[in-house]
T-cell receptor
Framework: NAGVMQNPRHLVRRRGQEARLRCSPMKGHSHVYWYRQLPEEGLKFMVYLQKENIIDESGMPKERFSAEFPKEGPSILRIQQVVRGDSAAYFC?????????????FGPGTRLLVL | EDKVVQSPLSLVVHEGDTVTLNCSYEVTNFRSLLWYKQEKKAPTFLFMLTSSGIEKKSGRLSSILDKKELFSILNITATQTGDSAVYLCAALNSGGSNYKLTFGKGTLLTVNP
């Protein structure tokens, strides 16, 4: 059973460009979470999605950031018009439904560098 | 604002030593406390603790939760160089259907041969 997959693992963008980060949850998992880890900081919650629904986006910046988890395909975290402060590691986690829902399993992360 | 504080921030020990990592939390709608080990890639799940006073063990690692005092500890006995990593503590809060983790900054453990 493959774990949570994220791609790309590393992404370099210039200021003003768009960044698209992809996350494929573990097989059978329908809950996806995105977290951001800034240098010297802990992981910070951004958004929680189920298939085709955003459940909680309280940690997401109001502008330039969006997330989706379509019926088919991976979850996408999209950052428009990136700025240097967006440079960070972005981790995706997934969890199953039911009583095991509380355990989130993490992907390897995408390291975004904005030049 | 929800908060998780870990101590110490870093720790250097020799192989064979025993270490105790601390985690305190202030989280609304607290549900569970999770420990992860992060090397250079994905945080790897170690434990989830929901009830007070029940120790969870996995090999040389063990953890316990105190919901009255709002803290948890992670013990590692007979440390090995492979235990070197950042250990993350996270509190799971659930408001309605929302489940999100609030993380501490981590404890960087270095085990020297």
């Amino acid at each position: 059973n493959a774990g949570v997959m994220q791609n790309p693992r590393h992404l370099v963008r210039r200021r003003g460009q768009e960044a698209r980060l992809r996350c494929s949850p573990m097989k059978g998992h329908s809950h996806v979470y995105w977290y951001r880890q800034l240098p010297e900081e802990g992981l910070k919650f951004m958004v929680y999605l189920q298939k085709e629904n955003i459940i909680d986006e309280s940690g997401m910046p109001k502008e330039r950031f969006s997330a989706e988890f379509p019926k088919e395909g991976p979850s996408i975290l999209r950052i428009q018009q990136v700025v240097r402060g967006d440079s960070a590691a972005y981790f995706c986690a997934s969890s199953p439904t039911g009583v095991l829902r509380e355990t989130q399993y993490f992907g390897p992360g995408t390291r975004l560098l904005v030049l | 604002e929800d908060k998780v504080v870990q101590s110490p921030l870093s720790l250097v020990v020799h192989e064979g030593d025993t270490v105790t990592l601390n985690c305190s939390y202030e989280v609304t709608n607290f549900r569970s406390l999770l420990w992860y080990k992060q090397e250079k890639k994905a945080p790897t799940f170690l434990f989830m603790l929901t009830s007070s006073g029940i120790e969870k063990k996995s090999g040389r690692l063990s953890s316990i939760l105190d919901k009255k005092e709002l803290f948890s500890i992670l013990n590692i006995t007979a440390t090995q160089t492979g235990d070197s990593a950042v250990y993350l503590c996270a509190a799971l809060n659930s408001g309605g259907s929302n489940y999100k983790l609030t993380f501490g900054k981590g404890t960087l453990l270095t085990v020297n041969p």
